[in-house]
């Protein structure tokens, strides 16, 4: 193989030699991670730098086929073969959701349709969201995150002026006032609530900041005849190089990155603590539970992993597509998911394409 890539280097020259070099690497990396990823995925092993990775993995599989394309004059076989497996890879993860579900059976029982929403930061979106809230007038719990209260933000009361009388149901989680109530959370239902109470969240040694003030809200309602468990939760974000603790913008210089670096590994783990948290709650009760939330995790990173066990995903089982619920520049992830526990299942799963916050709404109906 050596001979091979020392031959194939000899060959290449110019601009196009210095291409293919940049590809093969590229390709040999993302191949690299690939199967990092997947030895760490299949065994139930965990590293915070792999987790915050896996965020990106489809990102990374596919680009690196494409880099594999670039690598022209280079052997085939190492060019091939590492292709292959990121784009078999990529299908593994992400073909669910691109095979056409099966129809499904008339519902033998009620159903119930849920929405979750993170309301964003930017007050120049709620009256659209307000709006969107009302027309949506067949959604029967909705799971709100970001319910502000802070300066410039009346959150809980246009949220209950404009939608109280088709939600009678009501559970309210303020937030810290130092973070100007960024956390807060919201369930409201056409089902009268109860035995409503607000968990902290750990925090690992993350020391301030949204990581720190994350909590779940839950409740209990008499859904169709039978009684559920309701819970909403705005998980731990990753660390972003150019945001501080609490997702300010301080811009980007070798400080910034610098305490990225180091607060990396404490929001992984904050992250992942918070997950086993619920997963805790979702096996520890009698009843079915839902879970709605911003959980700040996509579908196929290494956190996600741990609710796979006592709970379902509403969109893996019954949506079409990728399904992002956020975007960051043009690179998009679902941040927003529906889970349930055995008891109930999902019957469609679909995100809306309305500019309402940064976040899009995820609906799931559910028997």
Request: hydrophobic fraction near 35%.
């Given at each position: 193989m050596t001979d091979a890539i020392g031959s194939a280097l000899r060959r290449l020259s110019g601009l196009r030699g210095w291409i293919a070099i940049a590809g093969f690497a590229l390709l040999w990396t993302a191949l690299g991670i690939d199967i990092i990823l997947w030895l760490l995925r299949l065994s139930g092993g965990y590293s915070s730098k792999a987790n915050l990775l896996s965020h990106f993995w489809p990102y990374l599989s596919f680009g690196g086929a494409l880099a594999g394309l670039l690598a022209r004059g280079m052997p085939n076989?190492?060019?091939s073969i590492p292709t292959v497996w990121l784009l078999v890879s990529l299908a593994i993860i992400h073909g669910k959701q691109i095979v056409p579900k099966a129809d499904l059976p008339p519902p033998r029982g009620a159903t119930v349709r849920v929405m979750t929403l993170n309301l964003g930061?930017?007050?120049g979106t709620r009256r659209r969201a307000m709006r969107y809230l009302r027309q949506r007038r067949n959604v029967d719990i909705l799971f709100l995150q970001e319910v502000h209260g802070g300066p410039g933000f009346r959150d809980r009361s246009e949220l209950e002026a404009a939608l109280g009388r088709r939600f009678p149901g009501r559970a309210w989680f303020k937030g810290a006032p130092e973070n100007r109530f960024r956390l807060g959370l919201g369930i409201m239902s056409r089902f009268p609530l109860r035995e409503i109470r607000t968990l902290q969240l750990p925090s690992g040694k993350t020391r301030t900041g949204r990581c720190r003030q994350a909590a779940a809200l839950t409740a209990k309602a008499w859904v169709r005849g039978r009684q559920v468990r309701l819970v909403t939760a705005h998980l731990c974000?990753?660390?972003i190089p150019w945001e501080d603790a609490?997702?300010?913008?301080?811009?980007?210089s070798l400080g910034t990155v610098a305490d990225w670096l180091a607060s990396l590994?404490?929001?992984e783990y904050a992250r992942r603590s918070q997950i086993r948290f619920l997963r805790a709650l979702a096996e520890g009760g009698v009843e079915p539970l839902i879970l709605a939330g911003d959980l700040n995790t996509t579908p196929a990173s290494l956190d996600i992993l741990e609710l796979s066990g006592p709970l379902k995903n509403a969109y893996t089982a019954r949506g079409m597509g990728f399904g992002f619920t956020y975007s960051l520049w043009s690179l998009g992830a679902r941040l927003d998911h529906v889970f349930f526990s055995d008891g109930i299942a999902a019957r469609s799963a679909s995100i809306a394409d309305v500019d309402i916050?940064?976040?899009?709404?995820?609906?799931?109906v559910l028997e």
């Open positions: 076989s190492l060019r930061g930017a007050p974000p990753p660390a609490w997702g300010r913008p301080v811009g980007l590994r404490e929001f916050s940064d976040h899009k709404p995820l609906e799931a």
